[in-house]
């Protein structure tokens, strides 16, 4: 009998997890998995456990490094699809590098080696395993690298997005979209902060913002512990130094000892015990905020992150000439942007007094236009000689199916000489701009790395667009605005719109890699006019040599000059187009 018995047993230990009606998810991977060959728990990190236990439809987490929140995510994931049978979880990274390195070295491992994960079917089939398609009994956890296919092709109860700040925005909306037909409807987005007010950080501050307070035991204060003199002692320290001013040199001449520095309560400056759990717990600043949860996690959100360990980093850093991220990535912060940002102060310098389009116009000073197409288009038209002197004479906006009009009273009323719009995704409207105004506006994409690239059809060998360095552009117009070479008037009742629109983008620059400039809310749509604009200018100084100085030197590649015709190129609308370098030296 005690065989039977057994062989029941071990049936039922390979059909069923440990689980109960009343096991939060946390308990659930604790009774089910395993780390390093050990049950599961959350003895080194406490602060994880609410985060884990959370299944909030819509929740922000702001991370440091090193603090065990990515191995979370990925056995929160397995487990909920674990837990709750014939669901589906999308589980996006930044990038397919990102993906392929968390799907190889986390996730795959962990879905192969726990029992929990590999529980016998009812079919005794074995289970779909690949980086990006992981089955769980009857569910499935899809892995991606923001693949555009991935995001129109997959329908999902949960999606977990990881680093979101270093993920395309746009993706990210798209990828949660795919949670419309589902009863679930969860999104939770995990990431280390950039900027103040993008990604993660927007989030959090929209949220009820949870913080992981400690108690003090001397005075029984309840502090939110930062990385700053409030709460961090460095014996030694001058009072009017900052702990960011602390340099290697202090430490060799003993002036200060960093192994002695520790938190302390801002109130009666004892020190803190950061590891006794009856210390700590998670409060929520606005409660109230019920429909979106937040937590901001710190490196003194454990003790297992010393001050010491935290100085070093900084020194590191700081020989990297990257500042901004020891704060992203060691404490968790979000930057301020401060010179990679323009200011509002710079921008409503350039704004001048006049409201209105001037009456009457100018119809003999050159004249550019740069547009930003979309459902709602914006539109700058400006008057100068160059990049150095211009004036925007009409900053407004108009509904894309009157566009072409608006755009066709313009050019009538103005000596329009070129400018520039985006060709995507509108293209067929770039390409009646272009065709309405004889070329002088030209089509334009966001590609490569040159300054200026020509596009002509392959059969007629006439130019169709342009290609041009996003980056190059907007740092193009941002030097614009920081010189005051643009003053904008005009703009009737655009003028707090333009200073938004104008702040929106953050100039990104890491170490190693090429500087790109990001979006904080995606409320940009006068800044890329701008950016149009004074690409439409330096095509038409390159391209026909119009204003250029002495010592540019312009070879012509391949594109046809019609001198009598308004526009330095002969377009075409036809399909097949090859890109053709200006031969700009």
Same mark, same amino acid.
């Not at 047993?9 to 096991?23: C, E, G, L, Y």
């Not at 599961?40 to 994880?48: C, E, L, T």
């Not at 499935?140 to 555009?148: A, S």
């Not at 129109?152 to 419309?180: G, H, K, P, Y």
């Given at each position: ?16 997890? +440990? ?5 939060? +998810? ?24 609410a985060i884990t236990d959370d299944m909030h439809p819509n929740m922000d987490v702001v991370k440091p490094s090193q603090v065990g929140l990515s191995e979370i995510q990925v056995r929160k994931s397995l487990a909920f699809l674990a837990r709750n049978r014939g669901t589906s979880l999308i589980f996006t990274m930044p990038n397919d590098d990102m993906f392929e390195r968390m799907s190889s070295t986390r996730i795959l491992p962990l879905a192969k080696e726990e029992k929990a994960f590999n529980l016998d079917t ?51 909306? *798209?990828?949660?979209?795919?949670? =419309? ?42 502090? +939110? ?25 202090? +430490? ?137 002197? =211009? ?19 313009? *050019? ?20 009646? *701009? ?7 506006? *030209? ?99 390159l391209v026909k040599g119009l204003f250029s100085e002495n010592r540019s030197t312009i070879i012509l590649t391949g594109v046809e000059m019609d001198t009598n015709a308004t526009s330095p190129y002969k377009i075409s609308t036809g399909k097949n187009s090859q890109r053709v370098s200006l031969g700009l030296k």
């Amino acid at each position: 009998m005690s065989h039977y018995f057994q062989e029941l047993v071990d049936r039922i230990d390979a059909r069923f997890s +440990i689980d109960t009606k009343d096991m939060s +998810i946390g308990d659930w991977i604790c009774a089910n998995t395993k780390l390093r060959g050990r049950p599961f728990s959350f003895d080194r990190y406490p602060f994880q456990k609410a985060i884990t236990d959370d299944m909030h439809p819509n929740m922000d987490v702001v991370k440091p490094s090193q603090v065990g929140l990515s191995e979370i995510q990925v056995r929160k994931s397995l487990a909920f699809l674990a837990r709750n049978r014939g669901t589906s979880l999308i589980f996006t990274m930044p990038n397919d590098d990102m993906f392929e390195r968390m799907s190889s070295t986390r996730i795959l491992p962990l879905a192969k080696e726990e029992k929990a994960f590999n529980l016998d079917t009812a079919s005794g089939e074995k289970p779909t395993r690949s980086k990006g398609l992981i089955q769980i009994g009857t569910s499935f956890l899809y892995v991606t690298g923001m693949k555009e296919g991935d995001a129109t092709s997959i329908s999902a109860d949960v999606v977990f997005n990881d680093e979101i700040d270093l993920s395309d925005q746009q993706m990210l909306a *798209l990828f949660n979209s795919r949670l =419309q037909n589902s009863d679930w409807k969860i999104n939770q987005r995990f990431s280390t902060p950039t900027f103040k007010g993008f990604g993660v950080d927007g989030g959090f501050e929209r949220s009820d913002q949870h913080e992981y307070l400690c108690k003090c035991d001397a005075c029984n204060h309840w502090n +939110i512990p930062l990385f700053n003199e409030k709460f961090v002692d460095v014996p030694g320290l001058p009072s009017d130094l900052t702990l960011r001013e602390i340099d290697e040199s202090m +430490i060799d001449n003993g002036m200060i000892n960093i192994n002695d520095g520790q938190v302390v309560c801002e109130k009666c400056r004892s020190p803190l015990d950061l590891s006794r759990t009856e210390n700590r717990e998670w409060v929520a600043r606005y409660a109230s905020r019920t429909h979106h949860r937040g937590y901001r996690v710190s490196p003194f959100s454990t003790d297992r992150i010393g001050v010491p360990y935290i100085i070093q980093q900084m020194f590191r850093y700081r020989q990297r000439d990257y500042m901004r991220g020891f704060e992203n990535t060691v404490l968790g912060l979000a930057d301020k942007a401060g010179a990679a940002r323009l200011s509002e102060a710079e921008i409503k310098a350039c704004i001048t007094s006049q409201v209105e389009e001037p009456t009457p116009r100018d119809k003999t000073k050159p004249t550019w236009i740069g547009i930003d197409v979309g459902q709602t288009c914006h539109i700058i038209v400006s008057q100068g000689y160059s990049t150095e002197d =211009q004036q925007a004479v009409l900053i407004k906006t108009v509904p894309a199916d009157l566009l072409v009009t608006e755009v066709k009273m313009i *050019l009538d009323s103005y000596n329009v000489i070129g400018g520039a719009c985006d060709r995507h995704p509108y293209t067929p409207t770039a390409e009646a *701009l272009r065709d309405v105004s004889d070329g002088r506006i *030209l089509p334009v994409e966001y590609r490569g790395t040159k300054d200026f690239n020509a596009v002509r059809d392959q059969l007629t060998k006439e130019v169709t667009h342009a290609q041009v360095s996003r980056t190059g552009v907007i740092d193009g117009i941002v030097k614009m605005v920081r010189h005051q070479h643009i003053r904008f008037s005009g703009y009737d009742n655009h003028k707090q719109e333009l200073v938004d629109h104008f702040q929106d983008m953050v100039r990104d620059e890491q170490p190693g890699k090429p500087a790109t400039w990001i979006k904080m809310t995606g409320n940009d749509h006068f800044f890329h006019a701008g950016a149009f604009l004074y690409a439409g200018i330096k095509v038409q100084e390159l391209v026909k040599g119009l204003f250029s100085e002495n010592r540019s030197t312009i070879i012509l590649t391949g594109v046809e000059m019609d001198t009598n015709a308004t526009s330095p190129y002969k377009i075409s609308t036809g399909k097949n187009s090859q890109r053709v370098s200006l031969g700009l030296k």
